[in-house]
């Protein structure tokens, strides 16, 4: 059974710092590209960043990029999103998602396997 499980979220004051962590099974974690997305009350899915699955590159959507650092570490089947500097627009549940891909981008329609999200608030 495919299986993505999202930690780490919770409440944080703005400039504060969070680690979320997604832990990955019941796939070859390696052969999969993982992106993190968000969604807001009341919006839509937000793609935050992602990382391929061959050499590690990142790509950051510009409302985090020098804030959100992504990384995976394959012999743990597990990607972290580094969340510094936090702004209380980045109140969202977070979800990662895997993609049996080299690089998936950040459209949520190309990613096949969806964890349950974790909530990050960010207070002013």
């Known amino acids: 059974e495919v299986q993505l499980v999202e930690s780490g979220g919770g409440l944080v004051q703005a400039g504060g710092s969070l680690r979320l962590s997604c832990a990955a099974s019941?796939?070859?974690?390696?052969?999969?590209?993982i992106g993190w997305f968000r969604q807001a009350p009341g919006k839509g899915r937000e793609g935050v960043s992602c990382i391929s699955s061959s050499d590690g590159s990142t790509y950051y959507a510009d409302s985090v990029k020098g804030r959100f650092t992504m990384s995976r570490d394959n012999a743990k089947n597990t990607v972290y999103l580094q969340m510094n500097s936090l702004k209380p627009e980045d109140t969202a549940v977070y979800y990662c998602a895997a993609d049996a891909t080299i690089v998936a981008g950040m459209d949520s329609h190309s990613y096949d396997y969806w964890g349950q999200g974790t909530q990050v608030t960010v207070s002013s």
């Open positions: 019941g796939f070859t974690f390696d052969d999969y590209a």
